[in-house]
């Protein structure tokens, strides 16, 4: 019987710290609207640079499976020696697959890649064809191309190694560019939103001074006192938390339609990718900025 007497009150307690949240709320409207879009913009930028990275690394990851490295042998490599070479690549860290293109298909290729219209540049190489045999080398991840590089470039019979790293480590350097400039922003926006719900927590403390300083001279606890404009500043992170993700999550499906109507060689994560994963992000990261920033604001006020 006490156990639901206890929650009854309990109940009844939050309804009126809920209320009184939602009163100050209205009294310091422009604050709270002020509050509340500063949240969102802070969020709606940090989901920007997660989705940038998210994709940055889709994109390393689809066109790491697609990087191939280049083994050109040459042409007096004898039978030992190539199915050495064949031995060391099959045995390199990260190998996935090795397929063997002779001369005469290598010179195929190149006609397909020019074109009918430009078949003349290749005049005279059919009787002396100048392209080499070679190992077309694919690996499972980017960083596994340097393996591949160092277990065959000095071994008998191999004439050069071509690979693409110069374009992975562009790639990567522009992901830890983007990753560092994004915390940024991120930062001074973050700041920016705990100083406006601290400003408008102040407000209204400041307006209930002489409330609070009966409350407490009645022997209420600071808890008490706080819990309301905590109540007030997570319901200010949520609603700005609602909005970063609703915009973020149309103005990137215009994006993703359109790459897909485009049809880009890298596809890029779905939108649903943002209700899935990054919604509870942005929901917890509001409750936290506006409850930290509730919290430090009264803190003073309550020493009275």
């Known amino acids: ?114 074109g009918p219209e430009n078949q003349e540049l290749l005049e005279g190489f059919e009787g002396d064809n100048p392209f080499p045999n070679s190992f ?62 601290g400003n408008t927590i102040k407000l209204t403390v400041y307006s209930r001074k002489k409330e609070i300083g009966i409350m407490k001279y009645v022997g209420a606890t600071d808890w008490f006192i706080r819990w309301p404009f905590i109540i007030e500043g997570v319901i200010m992170g949520i609603i700005g938390s609602f909005i970063a993700t609703i915009t973020l999550y149309y103005l990137y499906r215009v994006v993703y339609l359109k790459s897909v109507q485009a049809a880009l060689m890298v596809g890029l994560v779905s939108p649903s990718y943002i209700i899935n994963s990054i919604m509870s992000e942005f929901v917890l990261g509001g409750i936290i900025i506006g409850a930290f920033g509730s919290t430090v604001s009264i803190r003073k006020f309550l020493k009275v």
């Open 1 to 114: 019987m006490n156990k639901g007497v206890d929650i009854i009150m309990k109940i009844n307690t939050f309804k009126y710290f809920a209320v009184d949240a939602c009163k100050s709320l209205k009294r310091n409207k422009t604050l709270s609207i002020a509050s509340i879009a500063t949240v969102a913009a802070t969020l709606f930028i940090l989901g920007i640079f997660m989705l940038v990275i998210v994709n940055v690394n889709k994109g390393i990851d689809e066109i790491g499976s697609r990087l191939e490295v280049k083994v050109f042998l040459k042409d007096d490599i004898t039978m030992s020696e190539k199915a050495d070479l064949e031995r060391a690549i099959k045995n390199t860290e990260g190998f996935e697959k090795a397929i063997f293109e002779t001369k005469v298909q290598a010179l195929e290729k190149v006609k397909k890649q020019l």
């Open 136 to 197: 077309i080398v694919t690996v499972k991840k980017p960083e596994y191309v340097a393996n591949v590089v160092k277990n065959v470039k000095d071994l008998p019979g191999v004439e050069k190694v071509k690979d693409a790293r110069d374009i992975v480590d562009k790639i990567i350097s522009f992901t830890k560019t983007i990753k560092w400039f994004g915390f940024s922003i991120f930062g001074v926006l973050l700041f920016v939103s705990l100083f406006l719900i």
